[in-house]
């Protein structure tokens, strides 16, 4: 039912999105302006608020980085294997690779995690925010850009805003920093923002997409099965492997299970990537979604 919910409230501000651009409100113009906010400021922002008020123990904290951050290097190895068998354009090769490794976890993980398990739950997922935008900011944009450089200009584009929010949040969280009343809720204003403005976008994508171009895609569909029940299946019989906190199995399993994130499309709407094949592929593993995660779940007993 808490997944149903967070789908309808995604799909009636996708359908906002794409209501507005239909009557022209948003253009591409308009689109890559309200990619540029999301990537930049609000994003940063929702890193930022993940470590205000939350206090954990450094120990255990220690082995939840690392387990989180082993989850997203499994992710990647994955990546790097399985898609060049779908033999993907160049131009699809990187998008199909960071649909892979980055879900929505942010967006659906956390209301999904709160309702099952609680306060506890919710600062184990605030863990994982962490590696994922400190890796969608550096493999992401790697992945994404179109633009070869060198080493150095690598090393200088990936030095950005998210790679600066995502390590300030570590430093806070590990050392229990309290951010001031009024930058605090500066922040959480910000964040705010991410959701709407990033499905406003997906939403305002699907009038350059078909129904039929998603739906009878039989690469995308085959990838979707994969990023939605194969991997899943896969990384919780290793991580119950590694622990056997429950609380932590079900965090880390909805953190595997959920769709690929809508930063994706804005990732590659901000860094010239294959845009339509990013909305896509958003679009579909959104929808497909609805049935896999609590098929997943009544099956593993989570």
């Given at each position: 039912?808490?997944?149903?919910?967070?789908?309808?409230?995604?799909?009636?501000?996708?359908?906002?999105?794409?209501?507005?651009?239909?009557?022209?409100?948003?253009?591409?113009?308009?689109?890559?302006?309200?990619?540029?906010?999301?990537?930049?400021?609000?994003?940063?922002?929702?890193?930022?608020?993940?470590?205000?008020?939350?206090?954990?123990?450094?120990?255990?904290?220690?082995?939840?980085?690392?387990?989180?951050?082993?989850?997203?290097?499994?992710?990647?190895?994955?990546?790097?294997?399985?898609?060049?068998?779908?033999?993907?354009?160049?131009?699809?090769?990187?998008?199909?690779?960071?649909?892979?490794?980055?879900?929505?976890?942010?967006?659906?993980?956390?209301?999904?995690?709160?309702?099952?398990?609680?306060?506890?739950?919710?600062?184990?997922?605030?863990?994982?925010?962490?590696?994922?935008?400190?890796?969608?900011?550096?493999?992401?944009?790697?992945?994404?850009?179109?633009?070869?450089?060198?080493?150095?200009?690598?090393?200088i584009k990936l030095f950005n805003i998210g790679l600066i929010a995502g390590i300030t949040s570590l430093v806070f969280a590990v050392n229990k920093v309290t951010i001031p009343n009024v930058a605090g809720q500066l922040i959480t204003m910000l964040s705010a923002l991410t959701a709407p403005l990033s499905m406003m976008v997906i939403g305002a994508s699907f009038t350059e997409i078909s129904i039929k171009q998603i739906f009878c895609d039989i690469r995308l569909l085959i990838f979707a099965i994969l990023k939605l029940v194969i991997i899943p299946l896969i990384g919780i019989v290793m991580i119950k492997c590694i622990t056997s906190n429950n609380i932590l199995q079900g965090v880390c399993f909805i953190m595997l299970a959920t769709p690929s994130g809508s930063m994706v499309a804005m990732m590659a709407e901000q860094y010239n990537g294959n845009y339509i094949t990013a909305a896509k592929g958003v679009a579909l593993t959104t929808v497909l979604s609805v049935i896999t995660m609590p098929l997943l779940f009544a099956v593993m007993g989570i």
């Amino acid at each position: 039912m808490i997944l149903l919910k967070q789908m309808i409230i995604l799909f009636f501000v996708m359908l906002l999105g794409f209501m507005m651009a239909r009557k022209k409100i948003i253009d591409r113009k308009v689109s890559k302006s309200l990619s540029w906010i999301t990537v930049n400021i609000a994003n940063p922002a929702l890193i930022l608020s993940g470590s205000q008020g939350n206090s954990i123990e450094k120990k255990e904290m220690l082995f939840l980085i690392v387990l989180a951050f082993g989850m997203f290097l499994f992710l990647i190895i994955m990546a790097e294997i399985i898609i060049p068998i779908f033999r993907p354009d160049n131009s699809e090769k990187g998008v199909y690779k960071v649909l892979f490794v980055f879900s929505n976890i942010g967006f659906m993980g956390f209301p999904i995690i709160s309702s099952v398990y609680g306060s506890k739950g919710l600062l184990y997922g605030s863990i994982f925010l962490l590696p994922f935008n400190i890796l969608i900011y550096t493999y992401g944009i790697m992945c994404m850009s179109k633009q070869k450089t060198g080493i150095k200009q690598k090393l200088i584009k990936l030095f950005n805003i998210g790679l600066i929010a995502g390590i300030t949040s570590l430093v806070f969280a590990v050392n229990k920093v309290t951010i001031p009343n009024v930058a605090g809720q500066l922040i959480t204003m910000l964040s705010a923002l991410t959701a709407p403005l990033s499905m406003m976008v997906i939403g305002a994508s699907f009038t350059e997409i078909s129904i039929k171009q998603i739906f009878c895609d039989i690469r995308l569909l085959i990838f979707a099965i994969l990023k939605l029940v194969i991997i899943p299946l896969i990384g919780i019989v290793m991580i119950k492997c590694i622990t056997s906190n429950n609380i932590l199995q079900g965090v880390c399993f909805i953190m595997l299970a959920t769709p690929s994130g809508s930063m994706v499309a804005m990732m590659a709407e901000q860094y010239n990537g294959n845009y339509i094949t990013a909305a896509k592929g958003v679009a579909l593993t959104t929808v497909l979604s609805v049935i896999t995660m609590p098929l997943l779940f009544a099956v593993m007993g989570i």
